[in-house]
C-alpha cells in the first residue's frame, strides 16, 4: 500500500490487490488440481487404514462408508500375531542395514566425484547415472543364479541387502555430488592452513555439512527398501525371512474372505514407512533444494 499526496487535498491512498508472492490466495484453479491431487494420492491411503476399523458386515454394505462404529479388533488380531512382528523385524533389519551401506560408500564416492579431478572422474559419474535408467526388475533373474552361486548366501537377508545396496547407489551418488561439489573451496583451504588432513576435513567438514543431503538419500532408500517385494520374493523361500511386503501377499491368499482383517495387516505394514517419510518431508525438499543448487 502507498501513499500520494496532492496539493491542497486529503492524502490518497492507492492499494495494491495482494499477489501470491505477498500472501495472497493465488489461482482458485491451482488449489483445486492440488486438492485433486491430493485427493487421488491419500484417498486409498485412508481407505485401508479406516478399512481396519470396520468388520466384514459393514464393508459388504456400504465399502465407502466410514466405520460406524469403530472395530478394534482387527488390528488388535494382526498385532498378536508373532508372524507379523516377525516380518516387520526383517524389514526394519534389512532396510537399516542398507541405509547404513548406502549412505557410507554413497559419501565416499560423491566426494570423490565432487572435489577430486581425475581422468575417468565425468565418465564414472555417467556411469552412476547410468544406473538410475537400469531397473531391478530387468536384473532380477541373473542377480538371483548370482546369489545362488556365491556360498552361504543364498535365502539370506544379504542376499537382499546387497543389491539393494548396488541399485541404491547410483541415486545416492546423483544427489550427493552436486551437494558436496558445492562446498566453497575455501573453507577446504582454511582446513588445510590449519593442519587439517584430507580424512580430517572429510570427517569434520564436509559430512556435517552434508547432513541435509545424507537425510535426504537415508528417508528414500529405507522406504525404497521396505516397499521392495520383487527382490525378496525371489531370494527368499522361507516364510520366517519374508518381509511385510511379502508377508501381506501371503496374509491376503490366507485371509481372503476376511476382508477387514486384510486391510488391517496391509495399513500395519505401510504405516510405519508413511510415518517415517513424513516426519522427515522437509529434510527431503531441502536436501534434494541443496542437490539442485549445486
Known amino acids: 500500500m502507498s501513499t500520494a499526496t496532492l496539493s491542497g487535498t486529503q492524502p490518497l491512498t492507492l492499494t495494491r490487490k495482494p499477489t501470491p508472492k505477498d500472501g495472497g490466495w493465488g489461482s482458485p ?15 486409498p491411503v ?32 494382526v498385532l498378536k500375531t508373532g508372524r507379523f512382528w516377525r516380518m516387520a ?15 557410507v560408500f554413497g559419501v565416499c564416492v560423491a566426494f ?35 546369489m545362488t552361486r556365491i556360498p552361504g548366501m543364498a535365502g539370506t537377508p544379504w542376499s ?41 576435513f572429510f570427517t569434520r567438514m ?13 528417508i528414500l532408500t529405507f522406504v525404497g527398501s521396505w516397499n521392495g517385494y520383487m527382490l525378496p520374493l525371489y531370494m527368499f523361500s522361507d516364510q520366517s525371512q519374508y518381509t511385510l511386503p511379502l508377508g501381506v501377499a501371503v496374509f491376503s491368499s490366507q485371509y481372503s474372505s476376511d476382508t477387514a ?6 495399513s500395519m ?13 522437509k529434510r527431503i525438499v531441502g536436501g534434494l533444494t541443496g542437490a539442485v543448487k549445486g
Do not use: H
Open 269 to 281: 505394514s505401510m504405516i510405519p514407512a508413511l510415518i517415517f517419510f513424513s516426519l522427515f518431508e
Open 160 to 200: 537382499v541387502i546387497l543389491p539393494q545396496v548396488g541399485f541404491g547407489l547410483p541415486q545416492t551418488v546423483i544427489i550427493l555430488t552436486p551437494f558436496l561439489a558445492a562446498i566453497p573451496l575455501e573453507i577446504e583451504e582454511a582446513a588445510t592452513v590449519d593442519g587439517c588432513s584430507r580424512l580430517g
Open 206 to 218: 564436509v559430512i556435517p555439512l552434508a547432513v541435509p543431503g545424507v537425510i535426504t538419500v537415508a
Open 112 to 146: 570423490v566425484l565432487a572435489r577430486y579431478k581425475f581422468r575417468l572422474r565425468n565418465g564414472m559419474y555417467l556411469l552412476f547415472a547410468a544406473g538410475l535408467m537400469f531397473p531391478m526388475t530387468m536384473a532380477i533373474t541373473p542377480l538371483y543364479i548370482m
Open 261 to 266: 482383517r486384510i486391510l488391517a495387516y496391509t
Open 89 to 103: 523385524w526383517n524389514s526394519t533389519f534389512i532396510a537399516l542395514i542398507t541405509v547404513v551401506c548406502v549412505v
Open 29 to 43: 484453479v491451482i488449489y483445486f488440481i492440488s486438492l485433486a491431487i491430493i485427493a487421488v494420492c491419500l484417498g
Open 46 to 77: 485412508l481407505y485401508v487404514i479406516m478399512g481396519g476399523f470396520r468388520d466384514n458386515s459393514q464393508i459388504n454394505n456400504n465399502p465407502a462408508a466410514l466405520p460406524n462404529p469403530f472395530q478394534f479388533n482387527q488390528y488388535a488380531e
